[in-house]
């Protein structure tokens, strides 16, 4: 999880190979939209990747602890901040319309 973060940072990565399709519906973004939006927001791109990043490793530090309370806080943690990066880059207008 921690190399996803790095990956999905690399510039100008594709988000899916060429000819491929992000999965989604009304509302949700083309891989094309989605890397735009990459490019011109990088800034809390970055943010949000190295919110999984920080989620992840307190989720690992928590299962190498046995801690199962906090193995499951840092899931939810994990759900949050991919929730969060979601609906700013994959599907805003989706999100726009469930609030």
Known sequence: MTEV???LVMPDRKIVPDGGVVA???????ADQIAALKRSKRPAFLKAAKGLQ???SEALAAANRRDVPALLAGRIQIEDVCEACHTQFWYPAAAAQEN
Not at 24 to 30: D, M, N
């Open 5 to 7: 973060a790095n990956l």
């Open 54 to 56: 920080d989620a992840w």
């Open 24 to 30: 989604g519906g009304k509302g949700y973004l083309l």
